[in-house]
């Protein structure tokens, strides 16, 4: 049967007041939709009738009052919507967040961004936009960006920060350039910046730490002790002066009493 004479028998059971005639969408067999709804005229108003009458049916191809559309056109994307325990199919132009369009030669679909704490997405392994408070990294979302990388606020995105290299060894045990002399001293690494930052808001890694030591010679071989050693030896010296005068003086006076 031709797409005219479809349309000649749908218009003639209208004029006639048929008991039985009921809404093009709900009295057209599905198989036959794709043919009315790519057609003009008579079929273009069957058309709007659908939409009016059921605005989820827009853009179908294949559409029921109970599940939805089940055949989009073209180049929409078909989407499977959940509500409770009721699903429908809708036939969008662009998928809703979370999902992203996928086009196959049977139909356009709407499949699930498979990346976690993502808004919206490329392709299933690919992210373009994350949740709040959550920084975008190489079509990944994380909450701290990670390390070689900054973070920018204004687009949550995580950029190119400062590169450095790697630690040097750690220096000589020293202390007020001396490297004997002293018990404990203090010995520092280093390492140099590689790359400049994307932007010079953004703040370099130190570049330099020095932690607490134990110097390997507390005393320089042939050396003079410093001023502060000099100082304590003489009063250790002058201490042991005093103690032994206090005795001597202490046993010269039981030695006048005993006398006595």
């Not at 007020?176 to 010079?200: H, M, S, Y």
Request: a positive charge; proline letters at 5%; aromatic letters at 8%.
């Amino acid at each position: 049967m031709s797409l005219g004479a479809i349309i000649r028998i749908l218009d003639r059971k209208k004029r006639e007041s048929d008991p039985m005639w009921q809404d093009p969408v709900d009295s057209v067999p599905d198989e036959l939709c794709p043919f009315l709804l790519l057609t003009t005229g008579s079929s273009a108003r069957f058309a709007s009738a659908s939409y009016v009458s059921n605005p989820i049916c827009k853009g179908c191809l294949s559409c029921s009052k109970d599940n939805g559309c089940s055949r989009c056109q073209q180049k929409l994307f078909f989407f499977l919507r959940r509500e409770g325990m009721r699903q429908y199919g809708e036939c969008l132009h662009s998928c809703p967040s979370g999902y992203y369009g996928h086009r196959a030669p049977d139909m356009n679909r709407c499949a699930r961004c498979r990346i976690e704490n993502c808004d919206s997405c490329f392709s299933k392994d690919f992210c373009t936009k994350c949740k709040v408070g959550f920084y975008l990294h190489r079509g990944r979302c994380f909450e701290e960006c990670p390390d070689g990388f900054a973070a920018l606020d204004e687009t949550m995105e995580c950029v190119e920060g400062c590169e450095v290299g790697h630690w040097s060894e750690w220096g000589t045990c020293s202390r007020n350039n001396r490297t004997c002399g002293f018990k404990w001293g203090l010995e520092t690494r280093t390492r140099q910046i590689v790359k400049k930052p994307a932007k010079d808001t953004i703040p370099c890694p130190t570049i330099a730490e020095s932690r607490r030591c134990k110097m390997a010679m507390r005393h320089c071989p042939g050396g003079k002790r410093t001023p502060k050693a000099k100082e304590k030896k003489n009063k250790k010296k002058k201490r042991k002066l005093i103690e032994r005068a206090q005795e001597q003086h202490s046993v010269f006076l039981a030695t006048d009493r005993a006398n006595q």
